[in-house]
């Protein structure tokens, strides 16, 4: 039985910086008021209004970091998307069908994007939907090395390793291994018979 491998996700692009620090900046903007009137010992009850929606900022910079991959790890028999917080996604062999590169989807969130989770912030996390692609599952961080899952029975998985060949041939190789020691079993049953 081999080792995982683990590959690191790719950094985080341009678009998804400059979100991530935009909605973080609104935020810090919004708490400026309430700040302001507490050091000048004023109370109105209008200022809970920009507290609460930076609160709900708060929130989802808080929520979409947990769900930002930190690792994407090849076990013996699955693929395995390890998030921050959040509980880790697994993806078995049997049930991938190919892995590509999707260098295509670069131009994303510009262009071809009709619905998304999470479109920038932290990365891209979530169920997307591409205008000619239709529905897929984001766990990345940067559109420049996007690596396309497909499956079988569901939606297919895009994520964004830091070195996105070497990933590919990785898994390729792995799930190759997995199918062939598989098929053995099989034979070893069915020769037992």
């Given amino acids: 039985m081999s080792s ?43 200022l809970q209004v920009p507290l609460g929606l930076a609160a709900a900022l708060a929130l989802f910079l808080l929520l ?13 028999d699955a693929l395995v998307i390890e998030r921050r917080w959040a509980p880790a996604v697994r993806i078995r062999f049997d049930q991938i069908s190919g892995v590509s590169p999707a260098t ?4 994303m969130p510009r262009f071809g994007l009709r619905f998304a989770f999470n479109a920038g912030v932290f990365g891209y996390q979530g169920p997307f939907h591409l205008d000619p692609y239709g529905r897929v ?11 396309a899952i497909s499956r079988y029975d ?17 898994l390729n190789e792995q799930r190759l291994a997995s199918a062939t020691k598989r098929l053995q079993e099989l034979a070893e049953v069915s020769n037992a018979l």
């Fill in 104 to 107: 295509a989807l670069a131009d």
């Fill in 64 to 76: 979409s970091y947990a769900f930002q991959p930190k690792a994407y790890r090849i076990d013996p």
């Fill in 154 to 170: 569901a939606s297919v998985v895009i994520i964004s390793p830091d070195r996105p060949r070497d990933f590919i041939a990785a």
């Fill in 4 to 46: 995982p491998t683990r590959f690191a996700p790719a950094p985080l692009d341009s678009y998804a910086v400059k979100v991530t620090y935009g909605l973080a900046y609104v935020g810090g903007l919004l708490v400026l008021p309430q700040l302001f009137a507490y050091l000048a010992n004023l109370r109105w009850n209008g």
């Fill in 137 to 147: 599952a984001l766990f990345a961080t940067n559109r420049q090395r996007l690596v």
